[in-house]
């Protein structure tokens, strides 16, 4: 069966610095996806980075870039210049390949940005 | 417009009561999802629509009724809800298709059950 694993409960990080939040995954299938989401303390979850299981190329999204490692199956978000702002709740999620409409979710990783 | 809409934002009702918590969605997408989130944790899937027809019913109570009036929109029927109900509750839609297609969430209902 598919599987999410976030490993980092919390985080803290500097601001301006650079962060990584690390995300495993597992699954069978050749073609898949994974995607970052951003979950503030306001409640709405915001996606932020796609990578495909056949891209070439790691995806990057203005400061937010994917350290994909197929061989690995690990697909860690890096969030470069951190700011406050980006305090919050990461998720790391797949779509379940057998084809159903359902994502499967890590448990998630807190970020604080520190002044 | 990627924006998923959701109301109401906050809604404290009570375990007879009977309340309906909205979503709308204008970005064309036919798969839209609701999903219950408790305090520090992943969202659970609830119910998923594809084509405004129910696809997906994760075993959830009958407490809980789901509706898709149109393709913009979905709804969560609310009647008898226990305590443990209490959680945000979030919409969100995709495209449709055999990819991966990222999700669209709503800012979601902050629901309360006393």
């Known amino acids: 069966a598919q599987k999410i694993t976030q490993t980092q409960p919390g985080m803290f990080v500097q601001e301006k610095e650079a962060v990584t939040l690390d995300c495993t995954y597992d699954?069978?299938?050749?073609?898949?996806?994974l995607f970052w989401y951003k979950q503030p303390s306001s409640g709405e979850m915001i996606f932020l980075i796609y990578q495909g299981s056949y891209d070439e190329q790691n995806a990057t999204e203005g400061r937010y870039s994917l350290n994909f490692q197929k061989a690995r199956k690990s697909a860690n978000l890096v969030i470069s210049a951190s700011q406050l702002g980006d305090s919050a709740m990461y998720f790391c999620a797949m779509r379940d390949p057998s084809g159903t409409y359902k994502y499967i979710f890590g448990t998630g990783t807190r970020l604080k940005v520190l002044a | 417009d990627t924006e998923v809409t959701q109301t109401p934002k906050h809604l404290v009702m009570g375990m007879t009561n009977k309340k309906s918590l909205k979503c709308e969605q204008h970005?064309?997408?036919?798969?839209m999802y609701w999903y219950k989130q408790k305090a520090k944790k992943p969202p659970e899937l609830m119910f998923v629509y594809s084509y405004e027809k129910l696809s997906i019913n994760e075993s959830v109570p009958s407490r809980f009724s789901p509706e898709c009036p149109n393709s913009s929109l979905l709804n969560l029927h609310l009647h008898a809800l226990q305590p443990e109900d209490s959680a945000l509750y979030l919409c969100a839609s995709s495209q449709f298709g055999t990819g991966s297609y990222e999700q669209y969430f709503g800012p979601g209902t902050r629901l309360t059950v006393t």
């Open positions: 970005m064309g997408h036919r798969a």
């Open positions: 699954t069978s299938d050749q073609s898949y996806g």
